[in-house]
């Protein structure tokens, strides 16, 4: 939920930092801030929204350092103002921190009764003090380790020193932290997203680790604050810089990758020689598992209810779905013969995270459906499924969403042949029809203009309804999250068949309703119930397939066709429109489409 990035360097850092905290912005962007270390103290300088505002108070202020901090903020504890911004700084210490301190009441009045003085609101400050603290008395190793134990909840921390004009740590419980080498620097940073454009020399911490940025060399400690050797990846370059291109948005670019990033999800799973899917690694005998648990956030809970649909379909086994923030504290009965699946596009969701550590605690089968394959829940998941779809700026889920479901389809058929349900037969005809899919969605990506025109109207609204039955329901629920989180309208996805029992009184003259009534074997009853909407006034946005046979039924508003194929595969293609109508939406509303207020990529803390 916020942004973290250090560096220490032989050369002046601040137009580094500002340039990492760009990168970072779609993790938090309420407040910004940065300190240097130079001539014996410290710098530190912080405002109010975009990086941008930052970047101009730094003209009027000549900050130096060739050692520094920064940090963009997602608020937490503390309304987002200049005072509540990162980095909170003593006179001798400055932190920037990402996640939730627990106990900081309990530390903060433990703090002040030791002559400690606070400026802001927010819980992050209780570790400036407990350091200094700490310092009073210990070695830095020493200060640090007794820092963190009296910590409860989670952190990912970058720390300066004005004693210590080579030093940054970084420490990391429960928000994800890397560290990046570079030429005579090094680097601190919230993911390797935020150094890439730097480095690709990465180390990631585990919960309970710290370590210690040298310009030259960094050290690895354990909670003990024993030294330990980490391993240095290095991630592909190819997407070393990411930009927008010709896209006035991330999101706009990433809608349109959309035949590629699912024609390179089948590409690593389907093997057309020997017309198969692989599974690579998979470990456990599929006899081992009678039964299976989908868990996400958001879309990503989305993608687990669609995905329900299909391995009901597809194999025999008992299919449960959970929303990761309930799953977490619900008395779950764990069972030996489940699999637990962690489907998460960031692999950093606080809840989906919690979530799986629960299972893992708990000694349960857990396989993760990740975009970030370095990330928290793909390493700490026993089988990853990466869905290899590149980075994902915009922080309304698009191609991350496709190459969930993609997956999910793709392991559904698998197991499904694994586990004779699905004969070789009919398995052979889903791929055939799969392979097909990236071309269908580059032509169902063409019904631009009648969506831009449709999308002002929803704008008017004062809210409205996405319906949709059996495989049509989990995009009708996705196709609402976009236009909510986009345009800021309240939109509701709800099964078609529900409507009778209450949400119709929601009908009035005029209201749009988006039915999601392609031709499968839901139809007939789904446009029964779009006719209930109409009789009652709803201006009726109809998405349906290409089809020879006219919609039965009048009075409909507007109706949008996507490509036809078989029924499994028609809800990436339904799917398409409504991408298009929250971010046209959107875009004629002025909003700021890749980072929507209040929100945030990577959902961090609980
Ligand atoms: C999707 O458009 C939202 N940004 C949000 O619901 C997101 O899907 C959710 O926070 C889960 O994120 P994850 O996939 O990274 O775990």
Not at 35 to 64: C, F, M, P, W
Request: aromatic content about 8%; overall charge neutral; glycine content about 6%.
């Amino acid at each position: 939920m916020c942004g973290i990035i250090g560096i220490n360097s032989n050369k002046q850092v601040t137009a580094s930092i500002i340039n990492s905290l760009k990168k970072l912005e779609y993790r938090g962007y309420d407040s910004a801030g940065l300190a240097t270390l130079s001539n014996g103290s410290i710098n530190e300088i912080k405002t109010e929204g975009r990086v941008d505002k930052l970047e101009k108070s730094l003209l009027s202020q000549n900050i130096e350092g060739s050692i520094g901090i920064g940090h963009v903020r997602w608020a937490t504890h503390g309304i987002p103002n200049s005072l509540n911004a990162h980095p909170h700084s003593s006179n001798n210490v400055s932190v920037v921190h990402n996640g939730i301190i627990e106990n900081s009441t309990i530390l903060k009045k433990f703090l002040i009764g030791k002559g400690h003085v606070f400026k802001s609101q927010t819980d992050t400050e209780v570790i400036v003090h407990l350091i200094t603290e700490h310092l009073k008395t210990d070695s830095y190793v020493d200060a640090i380790t007794k820092t963190l134990k009296s910590l409860h909840g989670s952190f990912a921390l970058g720390i300066l020193f004005k004693d210590e004009p080579d030093l940054i740590v970084g420490a990391r419980r429960g928000s994800p932290l890397a560290v990046g080498y570079g030429p005579s620097e090094n680097y601190l940073g919230s993911d390797s997203y935020a150094l890439k454009s730097m480095t690709n020399k990465i180390t990631y911490l585990n919960d309970g680790e710290f370590c210690f940025i040298k310009k030259d060399y960094v050290e690895f400690y354990n909670e003990e604050g024993i030294k330990i050797n980490k391993k240095v990846l290095e991630l592909s370059t190819d997407e070393k810089n990411y930009d927008k291109g010709e896209f006035k948005h991330f999101m706009a670019k990433e809608i349109e990758e959309q035949p590629l990033t699912v024609k390179n999800g089948i590409k690593e799973y389907i093997d057309s020689h020997n017309n198969d899917i692989n599974i690579h690694n998979f470990p456990w005998k599929i006899e081992e598992i009678s039964s299976i648990t989908l868990i996400g956030c958001g879309t990503a809970y989305h993608s687990c209810l669609m995905a329900k649909y299909w391995f009901e379909e597809l194999t025999s086994m008992e299919v449960n779905i959970d929303i990761a923030s309930e799953f977490r504290y619900r008395k779950n009965r764990f069972k030996k013969d489940n699999l637990y699946v962690f489907v998460s596009q960031s692999g950093e969701t606080a809840d989906t995270y919690a979530a799986l550590d629960l299972c893992n605690k708990n000694e349960m089968k857990t396989c993760a459906v990740v975009n970030v394959i370095e990330s928290s829940i793909a390493r700490d998941s026993k089988f990853i499924l990466p869905i290899h779809c590149g980075t994902e700026i915009g922080v309304a889920s698009t191609k991350a969403f496709l190459g969930q479901i993609l997956i999910l389809y793709i392991f559904a058929l698998k197991i499904g042949v694994m586990k004779k349900d699905l004969d070789i037969k009919k398995f052979s005809e889903k791929l055939v029809e799969l392979k097909k899919l990236p071309e269908l969605i580059k032509e169902t990506l063409l019904i631009d203009n009648k969506v831009q025109t449709i999308a002002g109207t929803f704008n008017e609204a004062k809210g409205s309804m996405y319906l949709g039955r059996g495989y049509s329901y989990p995009i009708a629920l996705e196709g609402a999250l976009k236009l909510k989180e986009l345009s800021y309208i309240h939109a509701e996805g709800y099964p078609a068949g529900e409507m009778k029992h209450g949400p119709l009184a929601l009908i009035e003259e005029g209201m749009p309703v988006v039915v999601l009534a392609p031709r499968d074997s839901y139809y007939k009853k789904t446009i029964s119930n779009m006719q209930e909407v109409i009789a009652r006034g709803a201006k009726v946005l109809l998405i349906t397939n290409k089809s020879e046979d006219e919609v039965t039924s009048e009075n409909i508003w507007e109706t949008i066709e996507v490509e036809s194929t078989n029924e499994d595969l028609l809800p990436f293609l339904l799917t398409i429109p409504l991408q298009k109508l929250a971010y046209y939406s959107a875009l004629k509303k002025g909003f700021d489409i890749d980072k929507p207020r209040n929100l945030a990529k990577s959902v961090t803390v609980e």
